[in-house]
């Protein structure tokens, strides 16, 4: 099982780089967002709980979030493996996957970090935001914030999966093709 967990600053292009990677790779992708929206909608006793968390403003716990990767790893434990996407966030969430993946004698291989310096992220998010309407994205203020938060808040988690050898930068810049290229390079010297 080979296992990725990508990371990328808002407008680097992890999103469509992940959709790539997947179908190259035959790799099952895990995004914690998606696990989340998906529960709170099932109606399950689990979906409710995260319902009223989210409802309120709150974050959910790391122990539901938890209980969901867990879940859906158990549900495709036999596939090639999977790329993490929105997980872990934490340095806890990172020892916690390592943990959880020893018991399917797997473990994460790399962690690729897509790598934009914060001017072309900007301009980026700018022109998404004129194409999608989304308002987060067209909003100086609040596109300087998410920078900075993805910034302070990843930083212990890439130490984590450097202290192990496993992190990875990758040069988001440049052509879709051209940065998938430099992906499956790193990819690849990891197999």
């Keep these: 099982m080979f296992n ?54 709150n974050l959910v716990p790391d122990e539901m979030v938890q209980q969901m990767v867990r879940a859906f790893v158990l549900e495709h434990a036999h596939t090639n493996g999977f790329i993490f996407d929105g997980f872990p ?54 596109i300087k914030n998410r920078i900075k938060v993805y910034h302070s808040q990843t930083m212990p988690v890439m130490d984590f999966y450097k202290g192990r050898g496993q992190y990875k930068g990758v040069n988001g810049v440049g052509t879709l093709d051209d940065v998938f290229e430099r992906i499956c390079r790193t990819i690849d010297n990891t197999n």
């Design 4 to 57: 990725i967990v990508i990371f990328g600053p808002p407008g680097s292009g992890k999103g469509t780089q992940s959709e790539r990677i997947i179908e190259k790779y035959q790799l099952v992708h895990l995004s914690t967002g998606d696990l989340l929206r998906a529960e709170k909608r099932s109606g399950s006793e689990l979906g409710k709980k995260i319902m009223a968390l989210i409802d309120k403003g």
């Design 89 to 142: 966030r934490t340095v806890k969430q990172a020892e916690w996957l390592e943990k959880m993946l020893a018991e399917f004698n797997a473990e994460v291989n790399v962690l690729l970090a897509l790598e934009v310096p914060d001017e072309e992220l900007h301009k980026r998010l700018l022109s998404r935001g004129a194409i999608s309407g989304r308002a987060d994205d067209q909003d100086d203020k609040i």
